[in-house]
């Protein structure tokens, strides 16, 4: 059953990308590098589990800074109004 | 019939691990996200407990609910009075994160100029004997628990 859960936390995260809310979508993110750090540690890298789970939360706090700075710019987290870099 | 213990932990994981994805994805406030988020990474904790993986665990208990914890305070000083009161309820997670992180340090330390002493297992087996680093785990698993779901609690009082 839980040798699933990394294709299920890399769905779950490819779909919680497409929200609305920064914050969900950062830590959508997170799910997406949680499933391949679970990945990992059940092979014989577990060294490489470690780093990438360093690497993760220091991702996740460089993209929260981000967030705080666009919610004092904008005064919202809502990704359809944060309209900015559209292509 | 016996209770298969691993079977019944790795059924409890997974649970957590849906549960704590849907409740982040659905929920409509942000601090209620988060502590859904943390469910989850205490769900793939115990998961990796049951798989004998005890120091990834452990890290990945400290580090996300360190995480948890920035974000929640970071928010609250930053968005206002009624989220910094949500966040506060949080702030138990505070004081051993940080120990947690110390521990991290501490055993990165000696793993890389070679002080065998300051080892994370050889810390928690002077303090609690043989089986010290599985008791200091489920200790640390336990008591997450509870301050996740104390905040919780104290987020729908409100």
């Known amino acids: 059953m839980m040798e699933y859960i990394p294709f299920f936390l890399l769905a779950a995260g490819l779909y919680g990308l497409t929200r609305r809310n920064a914050l969900k979508v950062l830590l959508s993110a997170e799910m997406v590098s949680l499933g391949a750090i679970i990945l990992v540690a059940g092979s014989q890298y577990q060294a490489l589990a470690l780093f990438l789970l360093g690497a993760s939360a220091i991702e996740a706090m460089v993209g929260f800074t981000v967030l705080l700075w666009l919610y004092k710019t904008f005064e919202t987290v809502d990704l359809d109004v944060i309209r900015g870099l559209r292509g | ?158």
């Open chain 2, 1 to 158: 019939m016996a209770l298969n213990i691993e079977w019944f932990m790795d059924f409890l994981a997974f649970v957590m691990v849906i549960a704590g994805a849907i409740g982040m994805m659905e929920s409509k406030r942000m601090v209620r996200s988060i502590m859904y988020f943390l469910l989850l990474v205490l769900g793939l904790a115990l998961y990796l407990f049951v798989e004998h993986v005890y120091y990834l665990s452990l890290y990945l208990i400290v580090v996300y609910s360190g995480v948890a914890m920035i974000f929640i305070l970071f928010m609250g000083m930053f968005l206002g009075d009624k989220e910094m009161k949500e966040g506060g309820a949080a702030s138990s997670l505070a004081g051993w994160a940080f120990v947690g992180i110390l521990f991290f340090l501490l055993s990165g330390f000696s793993v890389a100029f070679n002080f065998p002493v300051l080892t994370m297992h050889d810390i928690a087996g002077t303090i609690f004997g043989q089986y010290g680093f599985v008791l200091l785990l489920l200790g640390l698993l336990i008591f997450s628990a509870l301050a996740s779901v104390f905040s919780m609690i104290e987020e729908v009082e409100e």
